[in-house]
């Protein structure tokens, strides 16, 4: 599949109807969920008959992409059921297999090849990122994962006191629309670091 076709097919996923501010909703861009995932499939092989996990995924954008690229199994959990009443519309629409879960996702027992998700910047909830890459080495043997890139030293300690090898697939900037009251300006980009987790 060329990269091209898989952020067009992304592109038709709908948006979150009523994205919520404490959870720090936003949508993955489709041009940068399917260069990662792109690469995650074709690069390093962690797609493609695998069993995937998206942590947090929303109207579940990254989850579709890897269905769409073959993986084995693939699995979406999210606390709010507005964002997967979406995810399970998109994929039943795309006709694609996804098993949609909601819950925290602290509750994940079950271990996976590849994990990959668009964390909370940790804005409303101090540390919310940590949270996520915290459960990710649990139970996933790599991770795929989005994080600002102010806080890439931050992270970086603390990947490698988890034990956990690391690299930056990419550092992009991330559209952020005005969707939220205290939103100022139509938009607005942050700068992020899509990063390769291996656990030890």
Known sequence: ???????IALQAI????????????????ADIAADILFRACYTYGDIRGKTVLDL?????????GAAILGAD????????????????????????????????????R??????????????KREHADIKFLRVALKIGKVIY???K???????SRWLKNAGAEFEVLMTTKLPIPHQYNFHHK?????????LRIIRS
């Open 1 to 7: 599949m060329r990269k091209r076709d898989l952020e």
């Open 14 to 29: 709908a948006p979150h109807p009523n994205p919520k501010a404490d959870l720090e909703q936003y949508t993955t861009p």
């Open 56 to 64: 947090g995924t929303g109207t579940g954008r990254l989850a579709i």
């Open 73 to 108: 199994r693939v699995v979406g959990i999210d606390l709010d059921t507005e964002s997967l009443h979406a995810a399970l519309s998109n994929s039943k629409r795309m006709q694609l297999k996804v098993d949609w879960v909601v819950g925290d996702i602290e509750t994940v």
């Open 110 to 123: 079950n271990l996976f090849d590849t994990v990959i998700m668009n964390p909370p910047f940790g804005t």
């Open 145 to 147: 994962s989005i994080h």
């Open 149 to 155: 890139s102010t806080t890439h030293s931050f992270i």
């Open 186 to 194: 139509r938009s607005h980009a942050v700068v992020v670091d899509a």
